[in-house]
């Protein structure tokens, strides 16, 4: 061998163990992930033998040793974790986690972002075949494979590669789990469709969704600009929340406890809290270095540490939060508690924390199924969806006054077995919005009429279920039982109900709040269904997906088997065709089932529909541009 073909060959060896050695190390630290799928041979790659080396991967570092390595020892919190949807919130995407069968669906919606899409399946395998078309409108399939998947519980959405770093690409559709069907990813928020583009954005995986959705994220930025992402677990698991767990794992299994995890039930409320807080907030990075820190050198929070010494805590918004400084939008909940009275006042042994009302882990004695107690993670005496279940736990546990039943009414001038006797119905009313739905505010805030007003407009807790009265009998009652002042009211405040007043001329956010709580039932009972109709009928013709959306799911629960076929995606022709067969059905009906003579909700003495009226107030409606992306 000649001198020159020695150090070659010399070199050629040297690039071999260093890659060998590199793999090594790759392997030895691969979190969850599966060695089998690095293909060495990278010849006839498959489209899905090359997702693994560009996306995303699972590698347990700086401590942290995944949810499998606490399981032997810690069977029960295993087990009920594994049941959450903290757990399944990101995951590798494979036909078995998929929600929605992949095969051979076929996507075209009237206003996607893109052409035809058609979904494919073969085993584990999931992909999506694009079709496209060049500038001379000749079409091609462009084939991508799915790898990695978000959410479980109300909406599942899906990634693939961009094929430069570990860079993921968002897939234009979603699966809505509620509804059962696919959606255009638009329609998923509050927004006006074809004026935002989120579809194929690409990188925002990396930098934005993996800081609340995994555990341990990692972004690697590269000085390419790409993106060499690590996790240590997709998902949120244990170390999520109690902090990375090898010294802790290593010293129990030498017999010596003394290295703790961290464990929120022993920390202050605040310190507690701000473990949900990392996700469940609305906050910034406090300078661009703590952000370069995070996004090339993975520095973030952990738990047990002071969550302001990482990030700064937003509470004033116009995107997340009403103009009083109320949040508006759904995962802000650690700001709602900020903000919240009983949170605010000094004295820690009497603060409320996410832990007063939820609980992380089922409890043995639980009764519930785990699907039920997954749903919201509420302690039992705290769970509000739970029916039959008629308590005020969540707040008499601090306020014990209530307990007194005679003290109860008093307070609350509903019968003790009323839902307006409910503390929570009163004081965490269901006007913030995400998920395509209304959700209690986790501010603890009491019913007054000034906040429904310009320019704050959230709807009160009372009219939510009394949404067939004006806000001028709300104001009158809240003066009568409670003492406060009856604020300057207008002409249509004095003698419109709210739910047309909100349903009609009110922005997207409050049409949106008003198609959900017009379907709760406490609502329903309250207010009657019955002038509802003409109102929900006009909603399906409303320029936001998400307004429609809900509505027809109100419209539904309250007609039944009379119920219209409708898709809010089709058409307009074909969503105007539904209103308008809504609206003659409800005119044509048995009188019996109409009220008469209620000028508030626009019904003549003969219970037909005031129309004018009804036009008149939709002519009004505020059409500012409302984009509420949770
Ligand atoms: C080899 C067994 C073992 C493993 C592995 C293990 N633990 Fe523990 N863990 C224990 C024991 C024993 C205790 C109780 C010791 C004590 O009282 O501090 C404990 C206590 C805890 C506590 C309560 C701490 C406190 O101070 O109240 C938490 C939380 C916890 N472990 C979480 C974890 C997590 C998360 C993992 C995995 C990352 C894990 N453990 C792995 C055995 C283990
Ligand atoms: C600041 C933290 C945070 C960031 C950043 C974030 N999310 Fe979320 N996300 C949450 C929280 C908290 C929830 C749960 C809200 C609830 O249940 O009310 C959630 C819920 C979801 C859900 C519903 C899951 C389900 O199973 O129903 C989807 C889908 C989702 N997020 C997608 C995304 C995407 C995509 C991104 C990036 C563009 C992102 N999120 C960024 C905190 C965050
Ligand atoms: C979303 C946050 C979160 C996740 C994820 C989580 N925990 Fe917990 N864990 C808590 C909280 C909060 C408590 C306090 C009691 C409760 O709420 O159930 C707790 C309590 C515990 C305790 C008991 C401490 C005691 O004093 O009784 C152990 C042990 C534990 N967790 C282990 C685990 C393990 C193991 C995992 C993963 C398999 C896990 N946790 C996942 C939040 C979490
Ligand atoms: C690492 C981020 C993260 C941490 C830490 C975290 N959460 Fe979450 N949480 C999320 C996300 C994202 C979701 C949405 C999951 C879903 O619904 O699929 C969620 C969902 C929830 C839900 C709704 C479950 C459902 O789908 O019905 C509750 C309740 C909740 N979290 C409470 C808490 C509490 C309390 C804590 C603190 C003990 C906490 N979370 C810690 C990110 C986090
Ligand atoms: C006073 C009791 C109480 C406190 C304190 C509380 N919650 Fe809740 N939370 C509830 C109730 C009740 C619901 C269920 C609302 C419903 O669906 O009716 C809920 C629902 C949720 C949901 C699910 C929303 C959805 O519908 O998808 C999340 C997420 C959540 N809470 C997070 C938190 C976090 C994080 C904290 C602390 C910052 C917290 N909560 C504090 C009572 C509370
Ligand atoms: C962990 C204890 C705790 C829980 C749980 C709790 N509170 Fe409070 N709350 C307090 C404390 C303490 C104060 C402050 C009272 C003071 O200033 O002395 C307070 C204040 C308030 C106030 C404002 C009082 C005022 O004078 O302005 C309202 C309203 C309120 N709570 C309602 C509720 C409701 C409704 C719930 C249940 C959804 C609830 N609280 C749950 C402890 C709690
Ligand atoms: C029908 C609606 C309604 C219900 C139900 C209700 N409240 Fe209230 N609550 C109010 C209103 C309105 C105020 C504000 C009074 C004012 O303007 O000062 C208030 C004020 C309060 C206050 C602060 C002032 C005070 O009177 O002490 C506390 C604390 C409180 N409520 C706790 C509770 C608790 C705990 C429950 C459940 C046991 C409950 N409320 C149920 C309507 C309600
Ligand atoms: C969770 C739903 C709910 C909330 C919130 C609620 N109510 Fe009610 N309210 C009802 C129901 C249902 C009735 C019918 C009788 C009953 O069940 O007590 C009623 C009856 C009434 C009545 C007597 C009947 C009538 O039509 O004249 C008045 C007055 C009243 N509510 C005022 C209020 C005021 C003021 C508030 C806010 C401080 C409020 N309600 C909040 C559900 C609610």
Redesign the pocket.
């Known amino acids: 061998m000649t001198a020159k073909k020695r150090t070659v060959a010399l070199g050629l060896s040297l690039i071999c163990m260093a890659l060998i050695v590199g793999l090594f190390f790759l392997l030895r630290n691969l979190g969850t992930e599966s060695p089998a799928f690095f293909s060495a041979t990278e010849s006839p790659v498959a489209v899905w033998e090359k997702p693994i080396l560009n996306r995303p991967i699972s590698v347990h570092d700086a401590g942290y040793i995944g949810a499998d390595a606490c399981r032997e020892c810690h069977q029960d919190n295993f087990a009920s974790w594994h049941d959450s949807?903290h757990r399944t919130?990101t995951q590798v995407a494979t036909s078995a986690a998929a929600v929605p069968s992949f095969k051979d669906v076929v996507l075209d919606f009237a206003n996607s972002s893109v052409g035809k899409v058609t979904l494919r399946q073969e085993g584990e395998k999931l992909w999506a075949d694009f079709e496209e078309h060049d500038s001379l409108g000749r079409s091609k399939i462009v084939r991508q494979p799915i790898v990695m998947m978000?959410?479980?519980?109300?909406?599942q959405?899906y990634w693939y590669p961009s094929g430069e770093g570990r860079d993921l690409k968002r897939f234009p559709f979603m699966y809505r789990i509620d509804q059962q069907r696919w959606i255009t990813d638009r329609a998923n928020f509050l927004m006006k469709p074809a004026e935002h583009a989120l579809s194929h954005t690409t990188g925002?995986?990396n930098h934005?969704?993996d800081?609340?959705?995994t555990t341990r994220p990692q972004p690697r930025l590269e000085e390419d600009g790409h993106y060499d992402t690590h996790v240590a677990e997709f998902g949120i698991a244990c170390e999520s929340c109690h902090g990375p767990g090898a010294a802790h794992a290593e010293s129990v299994a030498k017999g010596d406890p003394t290295i703790g995890m961290v464990n929120p039930l022993a920390l202050s409320p605040r310190r507690s809290a701000e473990i949900c807080g990392q996700?469940?907030?609305e906050m910034a990075f406090r300078t661009k270095s703590d952000y370069f820190n995070w996004v090339h050198n993975g520095d973030y929070y952990q738990p047990g540490e002071s969550l302001e010494d990482h990030l700064k805590i937003k509470d004033v918004d116009a995107h997340a939060f009403w103009q009083d400084g109320m949040v508006r939008i759904?995962?802000r909940e650690f700001n709602g508690l900020l903000k919240s009275p009983c949170f605010a006042h000094n004295d820690p042994s009497r603060q409320m924390t996410c832990l007063s009302c939820h609980v992380m882990h089922q409890p043995v004695d639980d009764p519930r199924s785990r699907k039920e107690w997954a749903n919201d993670q509420l302690k039992l005496v705290m769970d509000s969806n739970r029916p039959g279940l008629h308590n005020n736990e969540a707040c008499i546990q601090c306020h014990t006054e209530y307990t007194d039943e005679e003290k109860l009414t008093a307070h609350t001038h509903h019968a003790p077995t009323s839902t307006g006797s409910i503390c929570y119905n009163c004081h965490m009313p269901n006007s913030t919005w995400?998920?395509m739905k209304a959700?209690r505010s986790h501010t603890i805030s009491s019913p007054n009429v000034k906040e429904s007003l310009p320019p704050i407009g959230r709807p009160n807790a009372c009219n939510l279920c009394h949404l067939d009265k004006t806000l001028l009998w709300t104001a009158e009652k809240l003066h009568q039982q409670y003492d406060q002042p009856i604020p300057p009211l207008d002409e249509e405040q004095r003698n419109t109900a709210t739910g047309l007043l909100w349903g009609l001329k009110g922005d997207a956010a409050q049409r949106a709040l008003i198609a959900w709580n017009l379907g709760w039932p406490p609502a329903k009972e309250a207010a009657g269904t019955s002038w509802m109709i003409p109102l929900l009928a006009q909603l399906l013709v409303d320029p936001y997906d998400a307004v429609r959306s809900r509505s027809f799911l109100t419209l539904r629960a309250i007609l039944g088997s009379d119920a219209p076929d409708y898709d809010f995606l089709a058409p307009e022709s074909d969503r105007e065709a539904v209103r308008a067969e809504v609206l003659h059905n409800w005119d044509t009906q048995a009188d019996s089932r109409k009220s008469r003579g209620m000028p508030e909700l626009f019904l003549k003495p003969d219970g037909q529909l005031d129309q004018e009226k009804f036009d008149r107030l939709l002519r009004w409606r505020d059409d500012r541009e409302v984009f509420l992306s949770?």
């Open positions: 949807y919130m978000t959410g479980s519980h109300h909406a959405g925002v995986w934005l969704c800081r609340c959705h996700c469940h907030a759904s995962g995400g998920l959700m949770e």
